[in-house]
């Protein structure tokens, strides 16, 4: 047989997959249709893997920068905590504000503001990630009730409405929901007056 010419049956077996080498041995190879299906599955694998990899990612990256903003919100919180804790003239004043302002000196009531100020502060921001999805919601709730409570007190409220720069327009809704609309553990509050009291 001339080389590059085929019979029919040679003919058959190459377009079903088959051919005869030219030393008359008889072999399979990949015809076009395989090669095709085999490289859109590989296609289809690759970009399956690449997506489960991102999502990965992103659900890693989501939960590092959640637990970065609840930190920094935390430490401020602290600061002020270990200054009411560690200074007895600063509890002085907040302890007497948050009952009345009008119990405070003019310098006293300055300072009360610039703690509430900070406390505030803090919760616009957790307040903001959290709507942002960057807070997980069970730490949001915690700290929302918290701020319901700190805003029951009337001195708070009292600064509050007397407060001369504003926080961000949708923190300032919500707690003037929460003034409007009280949601706090009553119980809770009331053990707590009792403690200080004895």
């Known amino acids: 047989m001339i080389e590059g010419t085929y019979d029919g049956s ?16 008889e072999g399979e190879f990949m015809n076009p249709e395989f090669l095709q299906a085999l490289g859109t599955y590989v296609s289809v694998l690759a970009v399956v893997i690449s997506v489960i990899n991102l999502t990965t990612q992103v659900r890693r990256q989501t939960r590092s920068v959640q637990s970065q903003n609840y930190g920094r919100a935390l430490d401020r919180l602290a600061s002020v905590q270990s200054r009411l804790g560690t200074d007895p003239a600063a509890a002085n004043i907040f302890n007497r504000g948050v009952r009345d302002p009008g119990l405070l000196t003019l310098d006293e009531r300055t300072q009360f503001t610039w703690i509430l100020y900070e406390i505030f502060g803090a919760f616009e921001f957790m307040f903001d990630e959290a709507q942002g999805g960057r807070l997980p919601p069970h730490v949001w709730t915690r700290w929302s009730d918290t701020l319901a409570w700190w805003i029951s007190l009337p001195g708070v409220q009292a600064w509050w409405r007397a ?7 949708r923190f300032s809704a919500f707690v003037e929901e929460r003034i409007g609309k009280p949601a706090f553990d009553v119980e809770r509050a009331q053990r707590w007056k009792q403690f200080l009291s004895a």
């Open 10 to 25: 040679t003919l058959a077996r190459r377009a079903s997959g088959w051919y005869m080498d030219q030393n008359g041995r």
């Open 163 to 169: 407060a001369p720069t504003p926080f961000n327009e």
